[in-house]
């Protein structure tokens, strides 16, 4: 007996093992690459930055040099910015030169869709020049340029859009009288008018020797942090300096500031490529070096991933650990990288044209762990069995533990099964230290969480005379209490969603519709930028009547249905169907069905439980939940590009009955059952009996 049950326990531990060294593989699995894209302008071309869009593609900026075939004698290279879907396939690409050379270091799309971008001008063949800007529509058309410098060596290495509107952006620089080198800041307006400039760490040594990678990032307090050359400087909002590091044997070349308020940067030390992770005052609190034994190797972007981790482009991509540890390497070198919405990696350089022998631009995007809600069992393709709408709900779920318990079991009740959960949030409950317990809890179950917000307040006062009288700051402020909340906590929302049914807001008519229409489509544009910035998912209802010819209009030069522009923005969308009749769950949307499939667009729909005045057709309120489950069903088979479904609300939800057939199947999911508490009885009886028989035995 003793050996059997020796055998048993080391089977046990060994059984742990192999889980454990499985668990540990797959942290550390190299990801494959999914695709890369090269582009080719005739001669030696750089590709310098990229970044995701708010559509799912990616922007990319650097240089389209023509030196081996120049179009005329004064012109060597220009801007080149490319704009690609999300397979990497080119929409469309615009050039700008201004004098003689020209390139782009860094882009970034703003909140209106469109785009800025940083970078030099030359004006003659000694290379003086200075920074140029250039503000683009969501087109790449230009609207505005501005150009600083224009005597000595300049160059615009970093700009990114700022909370007040404005722009900053960072670079290197050699001024006049004594040709000083070192960092320029300029702070400019909403229309690139300079509001302010400072000049950082002049040397005599050559600009040359100032290297041509170097950032600015706004940090969350409003100041600045800039790497450059040796220093990590970190300043106020008005760009005076309230520390100042300098870290000798260092080259810097990125830098982000940490969800622990914390900074991190790369570049190289001692000719191996380094992450530095400095707390918020600029002290060291560790370094890695990732250098190879044969030649030297440098970092050029850094950016802090979903996992707290950091992904480095330069010589090579490297993915580390909370503490800089490595835990994978690609042997991709590139000059720009940022984690997509999917969870993996995209990576901008340049690669040998085997044609030609000269550079081209190579778009390289990396799988990662797809950053989705639970899956069903039965289903690889849908975005989650069931979500729940909990508004007014919200505050009896946070009355304690206990009740936060009683919604997690009645969620994943099997009648149920509820894997997403949209939950109301204010500036009071995301006040609530209780909160933490629910989103632990919730994600503990694998029941994902999602931010969620009315329109209430965005619409003020509407006339035929007054149609801008709009309040997007309710919005905006609200996603940013939101971002700030993951960032201060260790259990975070998922995503984001908003219900605003424009087409039932008062004062809706002919003369304000339009209006209304573009106002809320450039405010889904801003919060969808947002969103995705902080690795947020968004989403938003879609009325019924939104499939109406009505509702088409014009928006960046298409016209469209409002759903389908709504599509094109948000990650998905949940069409509030609002019908219990067979003959008619989803027909009356079936326009939105058509473009979602057509357009590979991510669809739930919704079913209504609460009462809705004079519309009993409309809702299942004072129904019961079989009736519910088997439209849902039906719905499935008919309509298998729908994604999952969702019901509004869980108030009203909770109180529907529930039919049971003859052997008493179909528990009310307000009511506990004992089966797993019976299961573990059974089995330790059974356990009890069988060491009972073994004593007998011997």
Excluded at 4 to 26: G, P
Excluded at 264 to 290: P, Q, R
Excluded at 549 to 570: A, E
Aim: with cysteine; aromatic share 14%.
């Amino acid at each position: 007996m003793k050996k059997k049950l020796a055998i048993l326990m080391i089977f046990l531990l060994l059984l742990l093992n192999v889980f454990n060294i499985v668990k540990i593989c797959n942290a550390s699995e190299t990801p494959e690459e999914d695709w890369n894209k090269t582009f080719d302008g005739g001669g030696i071309d750089y590709g310098n930055c990229v970044q995701q869009t708010n559509d799912g593609g990616y922007i990319l900026v650097g240089e389209k040099n023509y030196q081996h075939d120049p179009p005329s004698s004064h012109d060597i290279s220009d801007i080149w910015l490319i704009k690609t879907d999300s397979n990497g396939n080119k929409e469309w690409d615009k050039t700008f030169g201004k004098s003689f050379a020209e390139f782009a270091m860094s882009v970034q799309q703003t909140n209106d869709g469109g785009y800025i971008l940083s970078g030099r001008f030359r004006n003659n063949t000694a290379g003086l020049g200075g920074f140029w800007i250039i503000k683009t529509d969501s087109k790449g058309e230009i609207e505005w340029e501005k150009s600083f410098g224009g005597v000595y060596y300049a160059l615009g290495c970093s700009i990114q859009e700022t909370t007040d509107g404005g722009f900053i952006t960072f670079g290197v620089a050699q001024f006049p009288p004594d040709q000083y080198s070192g960092g320029w800041l300029i702070k400019m307006d909403n229309q690139g008018n300079k509001e302010w400039d400072k000049k950082f760490g002049l040397t005599l040594q050559s600009f040359f020797d100032v290297r041509e990678f170097c950032e600015v990032k706004q940090s969350t307090d409003n100041g600045y942090v800039l790497a450059f050359w040796k220093n990590i400087i970190k300043t106020d909002s008005n760009g005076d300096i309230e520390w100042e590091k300098e870290f000798a044997d260092y080259d810097f070349a990125s830098v982000l500031q940490t969800n622990d308020e914390g900074f991190a940067a790369t570049g190289y030390k001692d000719t191996s490529m380094v992450i530095l992770k400095m707390d918020s005052l600029g002290n060291k609190e560790w370094e890695k070096n990732f250098g190879e034994d044969h030649s030297s190797s440098y970092g050029r972007s850094i950016q802090q991933t979903n996992d707290n981790g950091y992904i480095i482009a330069g010589s090579f991509l490297i993915k580390t650990d909370s503490e800089g540890n490595q835990e994978w390497k690609q042997i991709l070198g590139g000059n720009s990288v940022q984690q997509s919405s999917d969870g993996g990696f995209i990576i901008v350089g340049s690669i040998k044209n085997n044609n030609n022998n000269y550079d081209d631009i190579w778009l390289i995007k990396v799988k990662g762990d797809e950053v989705t809600m639970p899956l069903d069992d039965d289903s690889d393709d849908i975005l989650c069995d069931k979500a729940l709408y909990v508004w007014g709900g919200a505050w009896d779920i946070l009355q304690s533990n206990d009740t936060i318990d009683k919604f997690v079991d009645f969620c994943k009740k099997p009648l149920n099964n509820f894997n997403l959960v949209f939950f109301f949030v204010d500036e009071d409950i995301i006040k609530l230290d209780i909160l933490q317990d629910f989103l632990a809890a919730t994600y503990e179950n694998d029941i994902l969480v999602h931010a969620m917000s009315n329109g209430s307040g965005w619409q003020q006062q509407w006339s035929s005379y007054a149609p801008d009288t709009y309040n997007d700051d309710l919005y905006l402020g609200w996603l940013d209490e939101i971002i700030q909340y993951n960032t201060d906590n260790h259990y975070d929302f998922m995503g984001v969603h908003i219900d605003l049914e424009v087409g039932e807001l008062t004062n809706w008519n002919d003369n304000t519709k339009n209006s209304i229409m573009v106002n809320y489509l450039e405010l889904l544009d801003r919060m969808k930028h947002n969103a995705s910035g902080n690795n947020l998912l968004f989403s938003v209802d879609l009325d019924w009547t939104y499939d109406n010819s009505d509702m088409s209009f014009d928006y960046n030069g298409v016209s469209k249905r409002l759903s389908y522009h709504t599509m094109d923005i948000v990650d998905f969308i949940t069409i509030m169907d609002y019908t219990k009749e067979e003959g008619l769950a989803i027909s009356q949307i079936s326009g939105e069905m058509e473009y979602a499939n057509d357009n590979n667009k991510d669809v739930m729909v919704a079913f209504e439980t609460d009462e809705v005045i004079d519309h009993s057709e409309r809702t299942f309120y004072g129904e019961d939940v079989n009736s519910l489950n088997n439209l849902i069903d039906t719905v499935k088979l008919e309509y298998p590009e729908v994604k999952g479904f969702a019901i509004h609300m869980y108030r009203s939800y909770k109180e529907l009955s529930i039919e049971v057939d003859d052997n008493n199947n179909g528990p009310n999911p307000t009511i506990d059952t004992p089966g797993f508490e019976i299961m573990l009885c059974i089995i330790a009886m059974g356990i009890i009996f069988f060491f009972k028989q073994q004593r007998k035995t011997f």
